[in-house]
């Protein structure tokens, strides 16, 4: 009789997207469904783990057995998973996070300035903190896997961001391509580590996430017994 995979460890994931306010009734965000970092709580449960949940703003039922934390900004984000991360063996960075926010959150809602009839505006953005790379540099940090979401030269630029922000592993998606990535219910990655590239060709989330989850465990020791 073998244990599941992941009995007895702690699992922290992030999924979805990020909003970031500009006024009360507008923000700026992207098209992450948050179905790939879901899947990923689901595998992991299904391997035993005790997993944390912490998602940006998505239209998704929680997997069973898994804590959700709901937040909605990048800031919000990093003050939960840092609330969380301590004490475990696996964090997975999977959510689409704003790299910028607004410098600025206006207290009512913008206004066309008529008399200036103004054809542009001007808004300034200031840098959100780099959530997988601060818990990459934690003294007693767990094991990091980031995602990269390229348009072109996929693995070089996912490789350069895994030595970047000091992750364990990164798992390169190509959002170009038609049918996987964001908001898709099919994914193909391929995955890198120092003296690793493994690719998953395409399948559902929920297939592709279950290999993810498998080859993990395996990288960061769990499966040794
Ligand atoms: O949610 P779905 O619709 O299912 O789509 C899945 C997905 C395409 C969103 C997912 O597979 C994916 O690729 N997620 C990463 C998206 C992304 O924002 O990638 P990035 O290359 O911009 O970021 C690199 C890594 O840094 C990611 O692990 C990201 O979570 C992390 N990051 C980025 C910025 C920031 N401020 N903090 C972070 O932790």
Redesign the pocket.
Known sequence: FAPPLLAGKRVVI?????REALDPVRYLS??????????LAEAARLAGAEVVLITGP?ALESPKGVRRVDVTS?QS??EA?HREVAGSDLF????????YRPAEVQPHKIKKDASLEQDSMQITLV?????????AALADKPFV??????TRDLLS??DD?RRR?G?DL??A?D?AATG?????DE?A?TVLGENLEQAFTQAS?SIVAGSLIELFAQQMGAGER
């Open positions: 992030t999924a979805g997207p990020t992207n098209h992450s469904s948050g179905k790939m970092g879901f899947a998505v990048a984000m990093y998973v997975i960075a999977c959510a689409a996070v704003a790299d840098r959100n903190p780099d959530i997988v790379a601060s818990v896997v980031g995602f990269a979401a390229e630029y996912a961001k922000k992750l990164v798992v998606n959002v996987i990535g964001f908001n898709s994914n990655v989330k």
